[in-house]
């Protein structure tokens, strides 16, 4: 999972950055509200953690952009002040969290944690993109009005997908994610299984499950005016 994280303090940002990538994470970092900005719109980050203030752009403007674009991005705040009114703003934005400086490091991860898990599963362990809606603990697909009873690889390879949405996925990250290695005779049986899942959501025109030539597949979400 993909962490953008916009802090100004470089020392800080630095290893805030190095701890949160030892905990499992893919982290890109912000030196300030406008270079963060262009990264979120690059990277497509799965979850945000931005210091309140920062140069060019406060964390609180970045988030509004940030929730204008994508209204479900979770968002966190750090900060070293404590005002009720800033606390009310960040949540009045949208924002999950807001921390207060200092802070123990794994605090953060713990949230972070909590919070991707809130954000991409229910209580009921469904995956959702547009009107498809995957239960995997029951391996059904539901698209519309049609449903689907899933193989465990088509579920885990939907579910793949759907948390890693709007994103391209190279052939041997889906490989190794799924079936343990990247293997030739894999990747002609990984085919195989994204076309039956082409075929299972093609009800659902908001979605496409689109090849990307010489790099692997994207699972997109289109937003139609």
Do not use: H
């Not at 950055?17 to 912000?30: A, R």
């Not at 609180?60 to 979770?74: G, Y």
């Not at 959702?128 to 059904?140: A, F, G, P, Q």
Request: net charge negative.
């Amino acid at each position: 999972m993909k962490v953008l994280v916009a802090e100004d303090d470089r020392d800080f940002g630095s290893i805030l950055t190095q701890y949160i990538s030892i905990s499992g994470f893919d982290v890109t970092l912000g030196r300030d509200g406008k270079e963060a900005w262009e990264l979120f719109q690059k990277e497509r980050p799965d979850i945000c953690v931005f210091d309140v203030m920062m140069p060019e752009m406060d964390g609180f403007t970045l988030a509004e952009k940030v929730k204008e674009l994508q209204p479900d991005m979770p968002v966190i705040f750090l900060t070293a002040k404590s005002l009720k009114e800033d606390i009310v703003r960040g949540l009045k934005i949208g924002a999950d969290d807001y921390i207060t400086k200092p802070f123990d490091p794994e605090v953060l991860i713990l949230r972070i944690n909590n919070i991707l898990k809130r954000a991409y599963s229910s209580a009921n362990d469904e995956f959702k993109i547009s009107d498809t809606i995957l239960k995997y603990n029951t391996l059904e697909l539901v698209c519309g009005k049609t449903k689907e009873k899933l193989t465990l690889k088509e579920a885990q390879l939907l579910k793949y997908f759907i948390v890693n949405k709007n994103k391209i996925l190279a052939r041997e990250d889906i490989l190794t994610e799924i079936w343990g290695e990247d293997d030739y005779f894999l990747g002609r049986s990984m085919d195989v299984f994204i076309s039956r899942l082409r075929k299972y959501v093609s009800e659902d025109t908001n979605i496409d499950i689109r090849t990307v030539r010489g790099t692997g597949f994207i699972l997109e979400e289109i937003n139609k005016e």
